[in-house]
């Protein structure tokens, strides 16, 4: 039941005790909460002005940072981590790790596994990653700006044991909206939600329009590439030096899958392992593949003496522990993901578009709620499952879903590589089945990663019990 008022925290937990939710151990945004040993790693939700084009200094940026980008943080795999959110931001936050298969009340989506982190609170989140790989974190409330604005960081859990990389380098790539003067403009348009997606103005690599980075020539190094645009599906390609995909959304993919074009839609990760040219000064190019054009992301340029390495010096990644569907006895549980009424969804403290477009299995998302939707499949404990996820638009839409990995069965439009992943962008008017074994409890978010279309209807959860 929404009132139409605004959510006070009170009254969200006079909700949480009178059992209208589904229940469950709450992270509660609350200072109580946040003394004890000192955090490993600190994000500060900011807000800031940040001069992303040259010297023009663009207004109102949000970062996990005070002074800057989001940091890349790093964690081991298999011990615990405590990360600490301080939200200075004038809005209440909450932050998702992205592809992390950690316990549901650590997952960072409000009213579903916590209550929002209210302006000046401090929260912590602990957890030990049990994948290595390259994943990111985000907010998961008033999302399409906090997003927008720039509060996508990417989270690495290291390899167990070294490949023998001489040098890494992380991208985040994302657009921002900003007008010729370089200040933000609406963050989207309503025609483009109900299609596509809105498309940034400006695109960068970590905050940086093409920028260019030194590195050894010669050199092995391992490029992890994080799409957290909130819209774009990068095409993406290396020029100029020779280089191999390793892993595709956290998970080491079979060596002989090298597409020519590796398409990363929102949200989605992407390691190479590349050899930098042998001559000082000479540079390779990552760009990305628009309808007429190539745009380059950023260039790597070689430095110092020829360090004369060679790809097949690298060790292979390890498989990460994934339990692997058992497809005999594995159950198909249809998703419909379609078009929505056009309804106006409820208001929340998270932030609403104003409009639904979309829908999943013909629900649309009503907003992030106190009281929360049932889910939109229930699924058992440890048993396996094939996903149809079935596109009846003409838009593609990047299905993401928390907590659990899945394997890329079957498309019944194109041949599909069999890799693990979270997100497996859907084609317009595909069919795709996906597998999985539910072995993490919990209430797990569904949804398409093009922030306008999860906002506009594109969400909902399925249930593990
Ligand atoms: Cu990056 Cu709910 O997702
Ligand atoms: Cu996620
Ligand atoms: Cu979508």
């Known amino acids: 039941m929404n009132t139409g008022r605004p959510l006070t925290r009170r009254a969200a937990l006079g909700v949480l005790a009178g059992g209208a939710t589904a229940g469950g151990a709450f992270l509660l945004g609350s200072d109580r909460l946040a003394r004890g040993a000192a955090p490993d790693h600190r994000l500060q939700a900011s807000v800031l002005d940040y001069p992303l084009r040259g010297n023009q200094v663009t207004k109102g940026m949000m970062s996990f940072a005070a002074g800057g980008p989001p940091p890349v943080l790093r964690l081991r795999r298999g011990e615990k981590a405590v990360i600490e959110v301080v939200n200075t931001l004038d809005e209440p936050t909450t932050v998702h790790w992205h592809g992390l298969r950690i316990p549901n009340h650590q997952d960072g989506v ?96 970590n905050w940086r329009e093409a920028p260019t980075y030194d590195l050894p020539a010669g050199g092995l190094v391992r490029l992890r590439v994080v799409a957290t645009d909130v819209t774009r599906v990068y095409r993406l390609s290396l020029a100029g030096a020779e280089a191999r995909l390793i892993a595709l959304d956290s998970h080491p993919t079979p060596p002989a899958y090298q597409p020519e074009e590796i398409v990363l839609a929102a949200g989605q990760r992407a390691d190479l392992a590349l050899r930098m040219p042998e001559t000082e000064g000479e540079t390779a190019v990552l760009s990305t593949r628009l309808s007429n054009r190539s745009v380059a992301l950023a260039r790597l340029r070689a430095t110092g003496r020829n360090a004369g390495r060679s790809l097949d010096e690298l060790r292979p990644l390890a498989p990460n522990p994934v339990a692997e569907p ?96 979270d997100t497996a962008l859907l084609q317009a008017n595909e069919t795709m089945d996906i597998a999985l074994v539910a072995d993490n409890p919990g209430d797990w978010a569904f949804h398409c990663h093009v922030i306008e279309h999860q906002k506009t209807g594109l969400t909902g959860y399925v249930r593990v019990e």
């Open 326 to 421: 058992s497809l005999a006895d594995a159950e198909v549980m249809p998703f419909v993901f379609g078009w929505g009424p056009a309804d106006r969804p409820a208001s929340s403290i998270c932030g609403t578009l104003g409009y639904t477009f979309w829908s999943i299995n013909r629900r649309p998302w009503s907003g992030d709620l106190p009281q929360a939707p049932g889910a939109i499949a229930v699924l058992k404990k440890g048993r396996s499952y094939i996903f149809r996820l079935r596109n009846e638009t003409r838009y593609s839409h990047p299905i993401h879903l928390h907590g659990l990995t899945f394997r890329l069965l079957a498309s019944d439009r194109r041949k599909l590589p069999s890799l693990m992943t």
């Open 110 to 205: 409000p009213y579903l596994t916590q209550w929002p982190i209210m302006q000046g609170e401090t929260l912590r989140y602990a957890f030990a990653a049990p994948d290595a790989g390259t994943f990111w974190y985000h907010p998961h409330c008033n999302t399409l700006e906090q997003i927008g604005r720039g509060m996508t960081g990417v989270l690495i859990v290291e390899d167990d044991e070294d490949a023998g990389f001489d040098r890494e380098l992380v991208l985040n790539l994302r657009d921002f909206r900003l007008g010729g003067d370089g200040q933000f403009i609406e963050m989207f348009k309503a025609r483009q939600a109900a299609r596509g997606g809105t498309l940034g103005t400006v695109m960068t690599a």
